[in-house]
């Protein structure tokens, strides 16, 4: 379509209103910076989930499907509590915390046990559990499930709805670029929502077996580039392209 007939030749990213750039702009550095600090965040928070600095497929599994091997109890006794006990007395423990602690050989047995090995500091030092009492061993005899079901929907649905917003707008915005062919910029608008349907099922299919958290990595790093992509080049067309003059004509119109 030529652009000398075209009705409103200023819709498009560089030749907007200065006020509506304006909208934009502000708009487009908010939701930038906020996108990187939820990527700081997934790294405060999951990517330290097993340990480890930085993200990695365990770290997810981590969250959301748990770590079934095994209870805090059996853990600590082989890692940083292993010399408060012989090993026969760590076994003993152990082999019981993974029957779920029954509390029937509780008092008869292994209140003594811990009474013995563990209470001179798990009683006395303010901050780690009292292992004189059975709920607190109880809670460290619980195999990790990971997330709750609770949880994952209270998550879910939060993202869903806040993160489409997010789309919504950058979509909008990005769909007044100049010289991006239709077809990129309909994938470009549409990637963002498939990936967050991607991401979010991963986490409940991650919840159902570990096999699929590469999938998390998959949608998280697919809409971080879609939204990246039109992120700059929206910036780009509306604070540099703009400055040669020139009029670009209506970009809606040229899609049609
Ligand atoms: C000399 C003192 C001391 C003794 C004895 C001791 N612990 Fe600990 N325990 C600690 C300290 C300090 C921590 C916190 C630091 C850490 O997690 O390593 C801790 C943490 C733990 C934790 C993790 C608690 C949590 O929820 O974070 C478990 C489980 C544990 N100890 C089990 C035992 C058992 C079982 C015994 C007896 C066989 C035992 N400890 C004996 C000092 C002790």
């Not at 930038?32 to 405060?44: E, F, H, N």
């Not at 760590?90 to 003594?112: L, Y």
Request: glycine letters at 8%; charged letters at 15%.
């Amino acid at each position: 379509m030529s652009i000398k007939n075209t009705s409103l030749p200023w819709l498009n990213l560089p030749n907007l209103p200065l006020p509506l750039k304006a909208l934009f702009v502000g708009y487009l550095l908010v939701v930038g910076v906020g996108l990187c600090m939820a990527g700081l965040q997934i790294m405060l928070t999951h990517g330290m989930a097993d340990g480890k600095v930085g993200l990695s497929v365990n770290d997810i599994v981590y969250s959301y499907y748990g770590d079934r091997s095994g209870t805090k109890l059996a853990s600590k006794l082989n890692g940083s509590m292993i010399d408060k006990a012989p090993v026969e007395v760590r076994e003993d423990i152990i082999k019981w915390a993974q029957q779920g602690a029954p509390e029937s050989e509780w008092e008869p047995h292994f209140k003594d046990v811990f009474a013995k090995h563990c209470i001179m500091c798990h009683s006395q030092i303010p901050g780690i559990p009292d292992f004189t009492k059975y709920a607190e061993v109880k809670s460290r005899a619980e195999v990790n499930t990971g997330a709750t079901i609770s949880g994952l929907t209270r998550v879910s649905h939060i993202h869903l709805f806040g993160i489409s917003f997010i789309f919504f707008f950058t979509g909008l915005i990005f769909s007044f670029a100049v010289h991006i062919p239709r077809r990129i910029k309909v994938l470009a608008i549409a990637f963002p929502f498939c990936f967050l349907l991607l991401d979010v099922l991963s986490w409940w299919l991650t919840k159902l077996s570990p096999t699929f958290a590469w999938l998390t990595i998959i949608g998280g790093i697919g809409y971080g580039m879609a939204s990246t992509y039109m992120w700059f080049v929206s910036m780009y067309q509306m604070l540099v392209l703009s400055r040669n003059g020139k009029v670009y004509g209506n970009a809606w119109e040229q899609d049609l």
